[in-house]
């Protein structure tokens, strides 16, 4: 296959990261298939879509025809079958739960056509942990996209040992087609690069708040104002989801049993009281 090939895209999930990701590729020129097992999501995806390209055209940053294209180019069900049933490229979007992502991926290997490329948006698990519940490894990878997708640039794609040079390739060329930066990564690493790298500061600035060093806004104001990032951490937490944070933390405490490991404190806290940032319109700061 090449990346010409690919005609239409499966997304499955419409949350936080799969309605943009979907928009991303519909504003590109390809088919797309939005899926979720919620009709709320689905109606939120598709009424979001609907605004966001109105107010670009306002804006003046994109053209009639142009949003006209690719609202016709999205669609939105609840049935996976129909979404991914002709789809030559998936990219899941789902929960950050593996036993949910293998049971998807063992759904998908199944329903789509034998050349359809699956691809996880996975924030930290690595593709060879889905790609054993397919038939199709070698066409199993990440493509992980950041949070606002239709804004962010960059896109990880990892090539796990089971995945062959052409659907690595094809990835990176579907990542510059959809108007993104691509980094490849050859090697299988938890949370790829840039989770890595957010995952340090932020056991670290969880840890100064639990140690009363400081508040959520003081560090944020510390973090814009010092090391010049666009939003200072718990903000970025409030915009990715605290609860993926959680989902994240909790999945790999289970793997490997160090209390280091575990959310902190404040992170049960803000999960247990179902503060998870602007998709609940509370997390550390709030939201209309
Ligand atoms: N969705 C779509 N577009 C958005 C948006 C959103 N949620 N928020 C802002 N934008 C667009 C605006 O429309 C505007 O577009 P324009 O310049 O073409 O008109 C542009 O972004 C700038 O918006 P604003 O002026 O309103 O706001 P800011 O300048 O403060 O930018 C931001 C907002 C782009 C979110 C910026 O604060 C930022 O870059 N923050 C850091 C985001 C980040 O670090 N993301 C990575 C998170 S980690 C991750 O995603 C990993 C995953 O696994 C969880």
Same mark, same amino acid.
């Given at each position: 296959?090449?990346?010409?090939?690919?005609?239409?895209?499966?997304?499955?999930?419409?949350?936080?990261?799969?309605?943009?990701?979907?928009?991303?590729?519909?504003?590109?020129?390809?088919?797309?298939?939005?899926?979720?097992?919620?009709?709320?999501?689905?109606?939120?995806?598709?009424?979001?879509?609907?605004?966001?390209?109105?107010?670009?055209?306002?804006?003046?940053?994109?053209?009639?025809?142009?949003?006209?294209?690719?609202?016709?180019?999205?669609?939105?069900?609840?049935?996976?079958?129909?979404?991914?049933?002709?789809?030559?490229?998936?990219?899941?979007?789902?929960?950050?739960?593996?036993?949910?992502?293998?049971?998807?991926?063992?759904?998908?290997?199944?329903?789509?056509?034998?050349?359809?490329?699956?691809?996880?948006?996975?924030?930290?698990?690595?593709?060879?942990?889905?790609?054993?519940?397919?038939?199709?490894?070698?066409?199993?990878?990440?493509?992980?996209?950041?949070?606002?997708?239709?804004?962010?640039?960059?896109?990880?794609?990892?090539?796990?040992?089971?995945?062959?040079?052409?659907?690595?390739?094809?990835?990176?060329?579907?990542?510059?087609?959809?108007?993104?930066?691509?980094?490849?990564?050859?090697?299988?690493?938890?949370?790829?690069?840039?989770?890595?790298?957010?995952?340090?500061?932020?056991?670290?600035?969880?840890?100064?708040?639990?140690?009363?060093?400081?508040?959520?806004?003081?560090?944020?104001?510390?973090?814009? +104002?010092?090391?010049?990032?666009?939003?200072?951490?718990?903000?970025?937490?409030?915009?990715?989801?605290?609860?993926?944070?959680?989902?994240?933390?909790?999945?790999?405490?289970?793997?490997?049993?160090?209390? +280091?490991?575990?959310?902190?404190?404040?992170?049960?806290?803000?999960?247990?009281?179902?503060?998870?940032?602007?998709?609940?319109?509370?997390?550390?700061?709030?939201?209309?």
């Amino acid at each position: 296959m090449k990346v010409e090939d690919i005609k239409k895209i499966c997304v499955i999930g419409a949350g936080n990261m799969g309605h943009q990701i979907s928009l991303s590729a519909a504003l590109a020129g390809f088919k797309v298939s939005c899926t979720d097992i919620s009709q709320e999501m689905l109606d939120k995806a598709q009424a979001f879509a609907g605004s966001y390209l109105a107010e670009r055209v306002k804006k003046g940053k994109l053209n009639q025809e142009l949003a006209d294209q690719a609202l016709a180019n999205l669609s939105f069900t609840n049935s996976l079958e129909q979404a991914a049933g002709d789809a030559d490229y998936v990219i899941e979007a789902a929960v950050e739960k593996i036993d949910i992502k293998r049971r998807l991926f063992a759904d998908l290997d199944r329903i789509t056509p034998p050349h359809a490329i699956l691809a996880t948006n996975s924030s930290f698990i690595v593709s060879s942990k889905v790609a054993d519940a397919t038939t199709r490894p070698d066409k199993v990878c990440n493509m992980h996209f950041f949070n606002p997708a239709l804004v962010m640039k960059l896109v990880e794609v990892v090539q796990g040992p089971h995945t062959s040079a052409e659907t690595a390739q094809i990835t990176m060329e579907l990542c510059e087609k959809i108007g993104k930066i691509g980094v490849l990564l050859k090697k299988e690493i938890y949370g790829f690069l840039v989770n890595r790298i957010l995952a340090a500061i932020s056991k670290e600035v969880y840890y100064l708040v639990d140690m009363g060093i400081a508040t959520p806004e003081e560090i944020d104001t510390a973090v814009v +104002n010092a090391l010049g990032h666009p939003m200072g951490p718990f903000r970025l937490q409030d915009l990715t989801g605290i609860d993926l944070g959680y989902y994240v933390a909790m999945e790999r405490y289970q793997e490997t049993g160090n209390p +280091n490991d575990k959310p902190s404190p404040l992170m049960v806290e803000k999960f247990v009281k179902g503060e998870w940032g602007k998709k609940t319109g509370k997390g550390f700061y709030s939201y209309e």
